[in-house]
């Protein structure tokens, strides 16, 4: 079992920055891949970035160049450094964590707005 808490949300302002937080606990020697998803009012979730545990990185063509994924060297905590935020950013952002074997867990998901 891994548990997944996400934390940093909150509304900013256009052309700004945050940072959001995801500490895993429990099984984390079995996670392979953590990523960040997000889904807006009235569309689907969609995969925002992802980590491998080698540090391979993947990202929505949306958020190339504006947003950052890394993890501390444990492993166990998963940072997205948000900067240049537009409000189409704005979304609830979940934390999801892929085991090995294969299972998928997902944090409780935490708002982000971004509104003048």
């Known amino acids: 079992q891994v548990r997944l808490v996400e934390s940093g949300g909150g509304l900013v302002q256009p052309g700004g920055s945050l940072r959001l937080s995801c500490a895993a606990s429990?099984?984390?020697?079995?996670?392979?891949?953590m990523g960040w998803y997000r889904q807006a009012p009235g569309k689907q979730r969609e995969l925002v970035a992802a980590?491998?545990?080698?540090?391979?990185?993947n990202y929505a063509d949306s958020v190339k160049g504006r947003f950052t994924i890394r993890r501390d060297n444990a492993g166990n905590t998963v940072y997205l450094q948000r900067n240049s935020l537009k409000p189409e950013d704005t979304a609830v952002y979940y934390c999801?964590?892929?085991?090995?074997?294969?299972?998928?867990?997902w944090g409780q998901g935490t708002q982000v707005t971004v509104s003048s």
């Open positions: 980590i491998t545990s080698g540090g391979s990185t």
């Open positions: 429990g099984s984390t020697f079995s996670i392979n891949l």
């Open positions: 999801n964590a892929q085991v090995v074997p294969y299972r998928l867990y």
